[in-house]
Each structure stands twice: as structure tokens, then as C-alpha cells.
């Protein structure tokens, strides 16, 4: 089972450069979102999404977008990247219903120059 | 707010003794709990759960964790420590609500010594 895939693993930009991270699930989960992990921070949530067509915003928004076209993908924006965006970004899905069991990709690790 | 603390940023423990990770949450309701484990360099394995029932829950690795309403924490322990435990620890909590996210807390890094 794939779970949740995120590409690439690692990328370097230089500021003002503009790239999308990608997720995709293979579970059928309606929700998924995007964390950030920083030194001393713990992860914390960017956006999220409960279906296709449906996001929101988390603790830590600005400078992100997000759309969810499909219940599969939820890709990561950066529309002109900063040093600030230096970080380690996880996805992660789960079932609506339920119990909060999500699942976590492996990682994109980002450094802006 | 809701919020997590981890009030150990660092620990360091000795090849084989025992050791206790610190969670507590905050907010009225009991949430659903969590322990993630994060090696280095690499993603975020569950450790274990808890969502209702008996308070002292089991996990992979050997770890076990317990839920204590009185105190607003969920600990998490393990009787002998391996050097391969090595890793960064994250408790994290879920208020429920379909809309509901996993709140984590800034985690405790673990060192072994041999």
C-alpha cells in the first residue's frame, strides 16, 4: 500500500521562487492537511482539507495556498518563497468519521535561499 | 486555547534504564491521545492511542503510555531503554469533530547513552 506520498523529498529554492509540493493519498481519506516541523516547534498545521473542493486554514497559513481538486491530492503552493519557508512539511490524511488516526507521509525537506 | 506541553525538550537516559516522557494537554474534554516517534531524518511513526477504556494503553517498540484525567497527561514510559530509541518524541491530541485537527506538542528529543 502507497499511503501518503509526497514529492519530491527535498528542494531547494531561491527567494521569490515559486514551486508546489504534492501529496497524494490512496485510502480514500477526505481529510487531509499540511504541517510544517521547525526546531523546538513541533509540527503545526498549515491548511486543510474535509473533501474535494473544501479547504481551510490552519495555525500557520500565510505565504501557502491550497487547493483539492480531487479527493487524492492536496498540493502545497508557494507562490514566491521565502527563508522563512525553510522547513520540513508533512501531509497527512485520515478518514472523516471516526477516530483521528492520520496517516503521515515522509517528509519534503525545503531550504530557501 | 487547546495546546499540548512537552516539558522536556531534552532527555538523556542510559542504555537499559527506564524512561518517562512527560505529555499534558489542555481544554476540559478528554481528547483522543497520541505519541509519535520521529527518527532522524525520517517521517512520523504512531507509537499508540488512546481514545476510551482503560487508561494504561499499549504500543509498538515496547512503549506504553498512561492517560490520567485528573492530571490532564498522558505519559509515556518504557522499563529499559535501547539505543535504538534514539528519536524525537511528539505527543499530540485530537478534540473530535469532523473538522477537528491533531494538535502537537513541540516535542522531546531523546538521547542514549551507552
Known amino acids: 500500500n502507497a499511503g501518503v506520498t509526497q514529492t519530491p523529498k527535498f528542494q531547494v529554492l531561491k527567494t521569490g521562487q515559486s514551486m508546489t509540493l504534492q501529496c497524494a493519498q490512496d485510502m480514500n481519506h477526505e481529510y487531509m492537511s499540511w504541517y510544517r516541523q521547525d526546531p523546538g516547534m513541533g509540527l503545526r498545521l498549515i491548511h486543510y482539507s474535509v473533501g474535494a473542493g473544501i479547504t481551510d486554514q490552519g495555525e500557520v497559513p500565510n505565504g501557502y495556498n491550497v487547493s483539492r481538486s480531487t479527493t487524492e491530492d492536496f498540493p502545497l503552493r508557494l507562490l514566491s518563497a521565502a527563508p522563512s519557508q525553510t522547513s520540513v512539511y508533512f501531509c497527512?490524511?485520515?478518514?472523516?468519521?471516526?477516530?483521528?488516526?492520520?496517516?503521515f507521509g515522509a517528509g519534503t525537506r525545503l531550504s530557501v535561499l | 486555547a487547546q495546546s499540548v506541553t512537552q516539558p522536556d525538550i531534552h532527555i538523556t537516559v542510559s542504555e537499559g534504564a527506564s524512561l518517562e516522557l512527560r505529555c499534558n494537554y489542555s481544554y476540559g474534554a478528554t481528547p483522543y491521545l497520541f505519541w509519535y516517534v520521529q527518527s532522524p531524518g525520517q517521517g512520523l511513526q504512531l507509537l499508540l492511542k488512546y481514545f476510551s477504556g482503560d487508561t494504561l494503553v499499549q504500543g509498538i517498540k515496547g512503549f506504553e503510555a498512561e492517560f490520567k484525567r485528573s492530571q490532564s497527561s498522558f505519559n509515556l514510559r518504557k522499563p529499559s531503554v535501547h539505543w535504538s530509541d534514539a528519536a524525537e518524541y511528539f505527543c499530540?491530541?485530537?478534540?473530535?469533530?469532523?473538522?477537528?485537527?491533531?494538535?502537537f506538542g513541540k516535542g522531546t528529543k531523546l538521547s542514549v547513552k551507552p
Open positions: 497527512a490524511s485520515r478518514k472523516l468519521a471516526g477516530r483521528n488516526i492520520q496517516y
Open positions: 499530540a491530541v485530537y478534540y473530535g469533530g469532523s473538522q477537528g485537527n491533531l494538535i
